[in-house]
């Protein structure tokens, strides 16, 4: 565990020459969707010294491997989506290309903070991000995938939590791709277990990849938030929540990745589902979905939704009906 700082005061972090917090991010916090970033996220926050921007998905959500989309494709794009709507973004009429206009969406919502150190969250194409700030650093929290998936299904994604698996999946495979091009001194993995049971030392990791010292007020995240303390107890609750066939079948999508990150499988030799099960359980998940949908929205508003997603993203019928599911989403966030 590095060793604790003088809380009175702390060196001066470490950034690439002439960069600034506002012209790029200093850090990436990335980890498959219900692996905690948004707990980390807030914990970061609390440093004295780090400034958290929260979610920011609209910087990279929509590109491909290579190349970027069309801006004026772009700017459409960001007018349906939730969060980049809410942050009534200024217009930027001098950006002349999608890496342009997504630079400024960063400075816009940097500015807004004066800590010498400020970060974002990325669950989608977090590999990317480095084509467009190249000195950033990473932070991937992983989480024990049935866990995620349980999760998952709790948000109403997915109706089974066999079939959220590629949720932790794609991110990982995205990350081990990512951190072969990323030198280790701008990356780290923190295990969201790990967090719960020894979150000063965990903590102290992240801060020395920032330049950083430990702070305890980190730990008093739950004071500004609607957010518990860190409880060790939330760790492995697939053990008390999970079906032990479903584990398994998580288990024989997940085992080499999750023995890689130093999850144990449930059982020795999981087995797949069979054509019999799989059809089972894409049958639940349909159902289970669609009934999840229509508690939320409404069955008008499901069935709206369902015709109007073909319309081009302009189109006035489908940015009202996007607009209101945000309506309803927003009312739900914690």
């Given at each position: ?203 102290g990791r992240c801060c020395e990849l920032l330049g950083l010292s430990y702070h305890p007020d980190m730990l008093k995240f739950f004071e500004t938030s609607s957010y518990e303390p860190l409880d ?74 369902a015709i109007v997603k073909r319309l081009s993203l302009a189109h006035p019928l489908r940015l009202a009906t996007i607009r209101r599911i945000h309506e309803i989403d927003t009312q739900h966030l914690r």
């Amino acid at each position: 565990m590095p060793a604790q700082a003088d809380h009175t005061s702390h060196p001066s972090p470490k950034r690439p020459s002439g960069s600034s917090p506002h012209d790029a991010p200093s850090y990436v916090l990335v980890g498959p969707l219900r692996a905690g970033t948004t707990l980390f996220h807030l914990i970061l926050n609390s440093h004295p010294q780090i400034a958290s921007v929260g979610e920011f998905e609209e910087a990279v959500e929509i590109l491909s491997d290579s190349g970027w989309p069309d801006l004026d494709h772009y700017r459409a794009w960001l007018n349906q989506h939730r969060v980049a709507s809410a942050r009534n973004y200024a217009p930027q009429p001098r950006a002349s290309t999608y890496a342009q206009h997504a630079q400024g969406l960063w400075r816009q919502l940097a500015s807004k903070h004066d800590k010498p150190i400020i970060g974002c969250n990325i669950h989608s194409r977090f590999d990317r991000a480095r084509d467009l700030w190249p000195n950033t650093k990473f932070i991937h929290l992983i989480r024990d995938p049935r866990d995620v998936a349980n999760s998952c299904v709790g948000m109403g994604w997915f109706g089974h939590p066999a079939k959220a698996t590629p949720i932790w999946l794609d991110t990982v495979r995205r990350w081990n791709t990512l951190a072969r091009s990323v030198p280790p001194e701008d990356r780290i993995v923190v295990r969201y277990e790990d967090l719960l049971k020894d979150p000063e030392h965990q903590l102290g990791r992240c801060c020395e990849l920032l330049g950083l010292s430990y702070h305890p007020d980190m730990l008093k995240f739950f004071e500004t938030s609607s957010y518990e303390p860190l409880d060790p107890g939330l760790a492995e609750q697939w053990q008390r929540k999970m079906k032990p066939r479903t584990a398994e079948l998580i288990d024989a999508q997940c085992a080499d990745l999750m023995k890689s990150y130093g999850y144990t499988p449930s059982t020795k030799d999981p087995k797949p589902a069979n054509w019999i099960e799989s059809a089972s359980i894409a049958l639940k998940n349909r159902l289970n979905r669609f009934r999840w949908r229509v508690e939320r929205y409404g069955v008008r508003l499901v069935l709206r939704w369902a015709i109007v997603k073909r319309l081009s993203l302009a189109h006035p019928l489908r940015l009202a009906t996007i607009r209101r599911i945000h309506e309803i989403d927003t009312q739900h966030l914690r």
